[in-house]
Each structure stands twice: as C-alpha cells, then as structure tokens.
C-alpha cells in the first residue's frame, strides 16, 4: 500500500544550525511533492512545492529535494529560528491523483535559542 | 479576502446525532477536500471535489457525507457520529497548482 514517512520524533536543534527534514514514500509516484508548516492549534499553512522533475528549490532558507530514485526528499532551514519551531508535513500528489494530497504524519522541529 | 473559513471551531455531539461542518472559500477554486486530523495520524483525506456538483472519496470517506452545489462551499455531513470520529477536521481549497489554503479547523469531541 502507499506510505509516506516522516520521523515522528523530534527534532532539537541550537539556534543558527541548519535542520534536516526527511520524507520517504513507498508504492507511489508523485506528480509533485509540497512541505507545509504546522502551528498547533492551526491549520497547515504551504511552504514549497518541487515538481519530479526538479532536483532542488529554494525560497529564501528554505530548501528542498526530491530524489525520485530514493523516494525521498529532504526539506531544509539555514540558519534556524526559534520562530521556526513548528510541526512540518510533507504531502504528495500523484500522476494519476490530481489535487488529491496525501500527507505523512509530520515531524516536530524545535529550536533552541 | 477571507479565504478558507470552517465553522464551528469547536462542536460536542453524542453518539448517534448528526452534524455538518461548514466550510466556505472565496478563492473561486475549483478543488477542495475535508481532512481529518488524529494525533501520530497525520491528515487523512475523507473526502475531495474537483468542481460544483463533482465528490470523491478520500482514504477515509466511511460515516461522511458531502456535496458541492456551489464552487464556494463544502460541508461535511456527519450521519451518525460515532467515538472514532472524535478528531480535528480541516478543509482546504486548492489553487490550479496544487498549493492548498487550509481552515482553522474544527475540534469534534463525541461521546
């Protein structure tokens, strides 16, 4: 069946450091693959969005990778905020499943100031 | 420009009534879908719309209904609420590239 992972542990980072997070999926072949950012209490708000043919997008610190070979993608902060401390979900839509998003479960990022 | 507004924000229902949460975007998207939020769950797609008078189910569609007779709305019908539907709800619009625009949700408690 169709899976995405996210670790579900933590993250705990020192301010300034760059953070790392992972996404790997199984039994899928996405269209596109998008990162948002989750406050509690709130709604997912979008950060990025990296199409299967891209290898890498970058909008300010943000950074993203998609390796289709890996099935995975790496979402990247430089230089690291406390503001940045938030739930981060990436979501994957298919070729064959436009509009339709599947979202991982999400990783909690905390940075320490 | 509101954009994706859920009502209510909080609901508590007993097993077996019925509800609907509302969902409205002025955003003139045609997409939109409910998901549902359980903690270590992540989101789960209950239901979508590619356009008015146009649903499919999701991973999760069993004890939901919806309809989409405007581009504006797209409430989710609880038929007979049950304990397992007790959850975080989200609505989302989705622009014609693919960046979906969330609600604040709705907090359903049911016992």
């Known amino acids: 069946s169709q899976k995405i992972e996210q670790n579900s542990e933590a993250l705990n980072i020192q301010e300034g450091k760059t953070a790392t997070l992972t996404c790997n999926y199984t039994?899928?072949?996405?269209?596109?693959l998008q990162w948002y950012r989750q406050d509690p209490g709130r709604g997912p708000v979008f950060l990025l969005l990296i199409r299967e043919n891209e290898k890498e997008k970058r909008k300010e610190r943000l950074k993203v990778t998609f390796d289709t070979t890996l099935k995975q993608s790496l979402f990247h902060i430089t230089a690291s905020q406390p503001a940045d401390s938030a739930t981060y979900l990436c979501?994957?839509?298919?070729?064959?499943?436009?509009?339709?998003?599947?979202f991982g479960s999400g990783t909690r990022l905390l940075v320490r100031p | 420009n509101a954009g994706v507004t859920q009502t209510p924000k909080f609901q508590v229902l007993k097993t077996g009534q019925s509800m609907t949460l509302q969902c409205a975007q002025d955003m003139n998207h045609e997409y939109m879908s409910w998901y549902r939020q359980d903690p270590g769950m992540g989101l789960r797609l209950i239901h979508y719309s590619v356009g008015a008078g146009i649903t499919d189910q999701g991973e999760v569609p069993n004890g939901y209904n919806v309809s989409r007779s405007t581009t504006e709305d797209f409430p989710l019908r609880l038929l007979s609420a049950a304990p397992s539907q007790t959850s975080v709800y989200f609505c989302a619009s989705i622009t014609g590239a693919s960046e979906a625009f969330f609600g604040q949700g709705t907090r359903l408690t049911v016992v």
């Open positions: 979501a994957l839509e298919g070729v064959d499943s436009s509009y339709k998003l599947i």
């Open positions: 039994n899928y072949s996405p269209a596109y």
